[in-house]
């Protein structure tokens, strides 16, 4: 479901509240953390090839139909994907909202790591598995990478 969030582009704020847009980096600044701290459940594999996740049981863990995403190969695989593609999209937007509500400040900017050419090409992928929409936003958020143009330009085809 926060994926769905990143399906549109991003907006800009204009209001007349001047707090409102630090707010809105804090808050997403705070989903980011969460992510970036939050314990992943593995799957653990019985003998017969199902298994557990979270302590109920799986059909088959290599092969399992999600209710949202449908057949899914390597659910847990997939999972850890659209969470670090989250993780990124939202750590992108929170450095955005927080230059937007403060363009002139001069504190040290948190680093953060660069993405290889294989990376954005799975984060395309795997935005355009969840939703072909959010894959359009990918490539519209960050316009000059060209990995994710080409990526979203042969998926599109």
């Not at 800009?12 to 701290?37: K, M, P």
């Not at 002139?104 to 090409?121: A, G």
């Not at 969840?130 to 519209?140: C, E, G, M």
Request: charged residues 20%; negative net charge; proline residues 4%.
């Amino acid at each position: 479901a926060a994926l769905g969030w990143f399906a549109y582009e991003p907006e800009w704020y204009d209001t007349n509240y001047t707090n409102f847009t630090q707010c809105e980096a804090q808050s997403v600044s705070l989903f980011v953390h969460y992510l970036s701290n939050v314990k992943v459940d593995a799957v653990q594999v019985g003998s017969k090839g199902s298994g557990q996740e979270n302590g109920n049981p799986l059909a088959d863990v290599n092969d399992l139909y999600h209710p949202v995403w449908g057949q899914m190969e390597n659910y847990a695989v997939g999972r850890e994907k659209r969470r670090q593609l989250l993780l990124m999209l939202c750590q992108h937007e929170a450095d955005r909202l927080e230059v937007w509500a403060q363009p002139t400040n001069t504190k040290e900017n948190i680093s953060r790591p660069k993405i290889s050419s294989d990376k954005w090409i799975e984060h395309t992928r795997t935005a355009f598995a969840v939703d072909p929409r959010i894959a359009l936003s990918v490539a519209s958020r960050f316009p000059t990478n060209t990995f994710v143009k080409t990526e979203v330009t042969q998926l599109v085809q």
